[in-house]
């Protein structure tokens, strides 16, 4: 049973540009969460998905910041115009219910605005 | 709103050496996570508690949690190099709800 998967792993973007960075969720699971970790920080939450709802996106800047998680195909987080302090790594995770013991963990999307 | 704490945020110690991490947080919750992070990685689920007077062993590692003061703590027995690395808490924002929140980490550095 494969895990989380993110893709890419790295991206490097210039000031300006636009990073789609992607999350496929566990089998079975239809529930997924974005997550930012600045460097020497802890994780923040963005946006709460399910399929075709955007549950919670309390998290998420107000501006050029969107998240889709599409009926089919993997959740999409998507930063447009990106700036130097976009720079972190974003953690997407997964779990079959909201109310489940826990949330598993993708390997994350470093992303390096130059 | 909730907020998480951990103490200490770096630590460095000797092989063999005993050490508790605390996390506190803020509001009343039941739910709480232990998370391991290598550097580059992405986070290992470590434990789980979800009542109050949860305690959970893993190795080196044991786990616990009181909702009454708002404390838990990840307790390294006779701690080795392997264990370095930086160990988050998480609380569940609400009973039962999706949100995590997130302690600022204590970076662990075991010296052989």
């Known amino acids: 049973n494969a895990g989380v998967m993110q893709n890419p792993r790295h991206l490097v973007r210039r000031r300006g540009q636009e990073a789609r960075l992607r999350c496929s969720p566990m089998?079975?699971?239809?529930?997924v969460y974005w997550y930012r970790q600045l460097p020497e920080e802890g994780l923040k939450f963005m946006v709460y998905?399910?399929?075709?709802?955007?549950?919670?996106e309390s998290g998420m800047p107000k501006e050029r910041f969107s998240a889709e998680f599409p009926k089919e195909g993997p959740s999409i987080l998507r930063i447009q115009q990106v700036v130097r302090g976009d720079s972190a790594a974003y953690f997407c995770?997964?779990?079959?219910?909201?109310?489940?013991?826990?949330?598993?963990f993708g390997p994350g999307t470093r992303l390096t605005v130059l | 709103e909730l907020k998480v704490e951990q103490n200490p945020l770096f630590l460095s110690m000797q092989e063999g050496k005993n050490y508790t991490i605390y996390c506190n947080y803020s509001?009343?919750?039941?739910?709480l996570y232990w998370y391991r992070q290598d550097p580059g990685k992405s986070l290992e689920s470590l434990f789980v508690?979800?009542?109050?007077?949860a305690v959970k062993q893993e190795g080196r590692l044991m786990a616990s949690l009181d909702t009454k003061a708002r404390l838990s703590t990840l307790h390294i027995t006779a701690a080795v190099h392997d264990l370095s690395a930086t160990y988050f808490c998480?609380?569940?924002?609400?009973?039962?709800?999706?949100?995590?929140?997130f302690g600022t980490g204590t970076r662990l550095k075991v010296l052989a």
């Open positions: 998480a609380v569940d924002a609400g009973s039962g709800t999706y949100k995590y929140i």
């Open positions: 995770a997964s779990s079959p219910t909201a109310s489940a013991d826990t949330q598993y």
């Open positions: 089998k079975g699971h239809s529930h």
């Open positions: 509001t009343t919750s039941d739910r």
């Open positions: 508690l979800l009542s109050n007077g």
């Open positions: 998905l399910q399929k075709e709802n955007i549950i919670d």
